[in-house]
């Protein structure tokens, strides 16, 4: 019987994505705003590894962490937001089942590793503030090469399992996704076959993803905080404080987003909220990010002003070799 049933039902080779829903008249608008969003993501993280790389007062361990999670979110915001602006352009909602899939992969990929990278920075907070004369010894460039490398392996592992089974799935009947980008949920839900095995991957590999290097990160702050605390000077704790603050905000904004689309339940009127924080989590977190450790760091903004003083004379000379010429 249930043969006979599958035979009748139709298989379908696209989704369609509903994205914000029948928004024709906002659509210009909302693609000039996503526009803007992704060239200062791109611009804004693109400026971050840049002077990492060229400033050696910035070739410390935070920075080689906050180097590779910014190149971490320009792959981010680049494997979703072209996606939506073309949709957005055109008008086309639609996106073959294989390219859903492939598009949660690297979606799945990179929000672990970020998970993961976030813990690997509070770590070294924690032994810059609780550790600070073996800390140098505790992490040195080969340590931190070895955590950059075991997050992306490790998340490139755990996704390579769940989209095993997420590419032996069969899509039936029902095609369209009440969202702007793939979410594995909504697209688990939309099969015709046995999805148990692949919902408790899911569930495992998010689950360990996440709540893990959440737990690191609280212990992490706990032992900061109390350690701060315990300075007696004035001065002392702020100079302490400011070497993490940035860090700790990035990490609550995160966090915050990320419990709010997946962990807390939403009906069916509260869609339109849930989409809001997706957008938050997935499109606007990558933004403030570099904005968050220009404002908050004091290095950061010492790179970035000596960067600028040394194009303002380039700028000059090459002005007035134009002028004589």
Same mark, same amino acid.
């Given at each position: ?13 696209? %989704?369609?994505?509903?994205? %914000? ?20 993501? !791109? ?5 971050? !590894? ?13 920075? %080689? ?29 639609? $996106? ?12 799945? $990929? ?63 009947? %029902? ?5 702007? $980008? ?21 569930? $495992? ?66 869609? !339109? ?53």
């Amino acid at each position: 019987m249930e043969k006979g049933e599958r035979r009748n039902q139709t298989l379908i080779m696209e %989704f369609i994505l509903l994205g %914000f829903g029948n928004v024709t008249g906002l659509q210009p608008l909302l693609f000039l705003l996503f526009l803007v969003i992704f060239i200062v993501t !791109v611009a804004g993280n693109i400026l971050i !590894v840049t002077l990492v790389v060229a400033d050696r007062h910035l070739h410390t361990s935070m920075y %080689f962490f906050l180097g590779n999670l910014s190149c971490l979110e320009i792959c981010y915001t680049s494997t979703l937001l072209p996606r939506l602006l073309a949709s957005l352009l055109t008008g086309d909602r639609t $996106i073959s089942v294989k390219g859903c899939i492939v598009q949660m992969y690297f979606f799945g $990929i990179l929000s672990a590793t970020e998970s993961l990278l976030l813990a690997a920075m509070s770590y070294d907070r924690y032994l810059a503030i609780c550790n600070p004369l073996r800390y140098a010894a505790l992490m040195n460039g080969r340590i931190c090469c070895q955590l950059v490398a075991g997050s992306w392996i490790s998340s490139l592992v755990g996704c390579t399992i769940i989209h095993i089974f997420l590419f032996q799935l069969t899509f039936c009947d %029902f095609k369209e996704i009440d969202h702007f $980008i793939c979410d594995i949920s909504l697209v688990i839900k939309l099969s015709c076959g046995d999805t148990q095995t692949v919902e408790l991957l899911t569930f $495992i590999v998010s689950a360990i993803g996440t709540f893990v290097p959440c737990l690191l990160v609280l212990t992490s702050y706990i032992y900061i905080i109390t350690t701060i605390l315990r300075i007696p000077s004035t001065t002392g704790r702020q100079k302490a404080f400011s070497t993490c603050s940035a860090h700790l905000i990035v990490v609550i904004v995160y966090y915050m987003t990320l419990i709010t689309v997946y962990v807390v339940p939403t009906a069916n009127s509260h869609k !339109v909220l849930h989409k809001l924080f997706s957008v938050f989590y997935t499109v606007l977190t990558p933004m403030i990010n570099p904005v968050i450790y220009s404002l908050r760091n004091k290095e950061v903004n010492e790179s970035l002003r000596k960067a600028i003083l040394k194009l303002i004379p380039f700028r000059n000379r090459h002005t007035s070799l134009k002028d004589k010429f």
